[in-house]
C-alpha cells in the first residue's frame, strides 16, 4: 500500500490584496485572536504574551476618511489522503470504510475499537457502467462489513455532466440522512463520477466529506489527486465548481482491467503531459513500455490471463507512481490556483474548446493529446525543442493510442481559444510549452505567426492524408 499525505495551505490574504483604495492608511493596528474559555477576543499582535489559544487568523484595523477598514487574513488548511493499495473491495480490507482516518493502517482505526456501538453507513454514488461490473462486489462487501448504505447508480458521462444530476444527487442524499462529520459520501466511477459528486459534497450543508475511488486511468492519475470539481455550463467545460478535496482517494489499479482500451489511451494522455513537462523518466518509461501498458491495462497480469513479465508489472507501479508524484508536486502549493502560470496546463489551452465542439466525439484525454501535439509543434517552431525531439512525441503518443490531429480542429478554433484563454488568465497567454523533454517553462511571447506557422506544418504532417499512414 503507498500513501499520500496532501497538506495543501491557502488564505484569503486575495481579499486584503485586492480591498478598496479606502482602506489604504499608514494608521493600521494588527490584532491577534486569542480564545479564553470558549471566547474569542483580539489582542494586538505586538504584545507577544498570549493568555490563551491563539489562532492562525489575523485582523487588521484602519481608520480611513470615510470610516473604518478591517481586514482578516484566514489561513485555510486541507489535509487528504492519496492511498494506492490492492484489494479495496475485499471485505478483509477495512481501507474503503476506514482509510481516511488518521489513526488507522487501512483497517478498523484504534480509536474505535472492538466494542463500536454505533453503525456504519454511507452513501454510495457509482457510474451506472461500473455499477453493471462492480455493484455486486460493492454491495457484498458493505453487506459483509454490515453497513447502512445506500447505492445510487447514475449516467455520469460528459453529457450528462450538470447541475441537474448534482441536484439529483443532494436530493437523494438528504432522503437518505448523513452526518457529514463521520459519514464521507463515496464516489465511484471516472473523473465526470468524481467531478459531479464533489460538487455536490460541497455544496450539502456547505461541506460534507467525500472520498473518490477512480475505476478509470484518467480519473486515478488526475481527477482522484487534486482539489477541483465541478460541471459543464452554458456549453462550457467546467463552467461552475469548486475547490474542495476529497478526505482521501483510494487508488486500486484492478478497476483498470475492465476499462475498454480507448478509456486506457485516454488517461495515459494525462500521463504523457507530465512526463513532458516534468519527467523524462516517465517520458522514457511511456515511450518504451507505453504499448505494453496499453496492452495489459496496468494489470500484473496480461489481459488474457497470463502472467505479465515483472518489466511489464513495474512499469505500471513505476510510471502511476511518478505521474501521481509529479502531478501532486505541482497541485498541493497552489491547490486553489492563485498562480495561473501552472504548468499542468499543458494540453489544456485549445483542448476545452475542441472537447465541447465535438462532444462526445473526442474523449477528455484524447482532445488534450491533440493539444499538446499542436503544441509540441509550437515548441519546435520557437527552437524549443529539436525536431527529432518532436518526432519521438508523436511516435510515444501514437504507440499509446492516442490521436495527434482532428480535423474540428481548425485555426480558427485555436486562436478563439487562446484569445478565451486571455480573458480568463489575467491577461497573458500562460502557455506552457516543453523545452525538452522532461522539462518545461511558461510562455507569453508566442507570436500569431508562430502559432500560424507551427499549425501549417502541423497538419502538413498529420492531417487526413497521413490518418492512414
Known amino acids: 500500500m503507498s500513501l499520500y499525505t496532501v497538506h495543501a495551505h491557502g488564505s484569503l490574504k486575495r481579499s486584503h490584496m485586492a480591498h478598496c483604495n479606502s482602506c489604504d492608511s499608514n494608521e493600521s493596528k494588527e490584532f491577534k485572536l486569542v480564545q479564553v474559555n470558549g471566547t474569542w477576543r483580539r489582542q494586538e499582535s505586538g504584545d507577544g504574551c498570549y493568555d490563551g489559544r491563539v489562532s492562525s487568523a489575523t485582523i487588521s484595523e484602519s481608520s480611513t476618511a470615510n470610516g473604518v477598514c478591517?481586514?482578516?487574513?484566514?489561513?485555510?488548511?486541507?489535509?487528504?489522503?492519496i492511498v494506492q493499495c490492492d484489494n479495496l473491495l475485499d471485505p478483509a480490507n477495512g481501507t474503503l470504510l476506514y482509510g481516511h482516518l488518521n489513526d488507522t493502517d487501512g483497517d478498523e482505526p484504534k480509536s474505535l475499537g472492538s466494542n463500536i456501538s454505533k453503525p456504519i453507513r454511507r452513501f454510495i454514488v457509482m457510474d451506472e457502467t461500473v455499477?453493471?461490473?462492480?455493484?455486486d462486489r460493492v454491495t457484498a462487501y458493505l453487506r459483509a462489513r454490515k453497513v447502512i448504505y445506500k447505492m445510487l447508480p447514475l449516467p455520469t458521462t460528459e453529457e450528462h455532466k450538470s447541475m441537474e444530476l448534482v441536484m439529483k444527487i443532494l436530493q437523494e442524499v438528504h432522503d437518505f440522512g448523513i452526518d457529514r462529520r463521520s459519514e464521507p459520501i463515496l464516489a465511484i466511477g471516472g473523473g465526470v463520477c468524481l467531478d459531479i459528486v464533489g460538487l455536490a459534497a460541497s455544496l450539502y450543508r456547505r461541506r460534507t466529506p467525500y472520498i473518490r475511488i477512480p475505476t478509470t486511468l484518467l480519473a486515478y492519475v488526475d481527477a482522484s489527486v487534486g482539489a477541483k470539481n465541478g460541471v459543464n455550463f452554458a456549453n462550457c467545460k467546467n463552467k461552475l465548481g469548486g475547490y474542495i478535496p476529497p478526505v482521501a482517494a483510494f487508488l486500486d489499479r484492478s478497476f483498470l482491467a475492465t476499462v475498454p482500451p480507448r478509456h486506457i489511451s485516454n488517461g495515459l494522455a494525462e500521463m504523457l503531459k507530465m512526463a513532458l513537462m516534468k519527467h523524462k523518466g516517465l517520458?522514457?518509461?511511456?515511450?518504451?513500455?507505453?504499448?505494453?501498458?496499453?496492452?495489459?491495462?496496468?494489470?500484473?497480469?496480461?489481459?488474457?490471463?497470463?502472467?505479465?513479465?515483472?518489466?511489464?508489472?513495474?512499469?505500471?507501479?513505476?510510471?502511476?507512481?511518478?505521474?501521481?508524484?509529479?502531478?501532486?508536486?505541482?497541485?498541493?502549493?497552489?491547490?486553489?490556483?492563485?498562480?495561473?502560470?501552472?504548468?499542468?496546463?499543458?494540453?489544456?489551452?485549445?483542448?476545452?474548446?475542441?472537447?465541447?465542439?465535438?462532444?462526445?466525439?473526442?474523449?477528455?484525454?484524447?482532445?488534450?493529446?491533440?493539444?499538446?501535439c499542436l503544441m509540441v509543434y509550437v515548441a519546435c517552431e520557437r527552437g524549443l525543442l529539436s525536431e527529432g525531439q518532436r518526432s519521438r512525441v508523436v511516435r510515444c503518443m501514437r504507440g499509446l493510442g492516442l490521436p495527434v490531429w482532428h480535423q474540428s480542429c481548425g485555426l480558427e478554433l485555436v486562436r478563439k481559444a487562446l484569445a478565451d484563454r486571455l480573458k480568463h488568465s489575467?491577461?497573458?497567454?500562460?502557455?506552457?510549452?516543453?523545452?525538452?523533454?522532461?522539462?518545461?517553462?511558461?510562455?507569453?511571447?508566442?507570436?500569431?505567426?508562430?502559432?500560424?506557422?507551427?499549425?501549417?506544418?502541423?497538419?502538413?504532417?498529420?492531417?487526413?492524408?497521413?490518418?492512414?499512414?
Open 131 to 135: 455499477h453493471e461490473l462492480y455493484g
Open 70 to 81: 478591517w481586514t482578516v487574513v484566514s489561513p485555510i488548511v486541507f489535509t487528504y489522503k
Open 426 to 469: 489575467g491577461g497573458l497567454v500562460r502557455m506552457p510549452l516543453p523545452t525538452g523533454l522532461g522539462t518545461a517553462e511558461i510562455f507569453n511571447d508566442t507570436s500569431d505567426d508562430t502559432i500560424s506557422l507551427a499549425f501549417q506544418k502541423w497538419c502538413a504532417d498529420l492531417g487526413d492524408k497521413h490518418l492512414s499512414e
Open 283 to 372: 517520458f522514457e518509461i511511456l515511450e518504451t513500455k507505453g504499448p505494453e501498458l496499453l496492452g495489459s491495462k496496468f494489470q500484473n497480469q496480461n489481459y488474457g490471463g497470463a502472467e505479465g513479465t515483472t518489466d511489464q508489472s513495474q512499469a505500471a507501479s513505476e510510471s502511476t507512481r511518478i505521474a501521481i508524484e509529479t502531478m501532486l508536486e505541482e497541485l498541493a502549493p497552489n491547490l486553489w490556483e492563485d498562480d495561473l502560470d501552472r504548468l499542468v496546463d499543458f494540453g489544456h489551452l485549445i483542448s476545452p474548446e475542441l472537447e465541447m465542439r465535438v462532444l462526445p466525439a473526442l474523449l477528455h484525454g484524447e482532445a488534450v493529446n491533440i493539444d499538446m
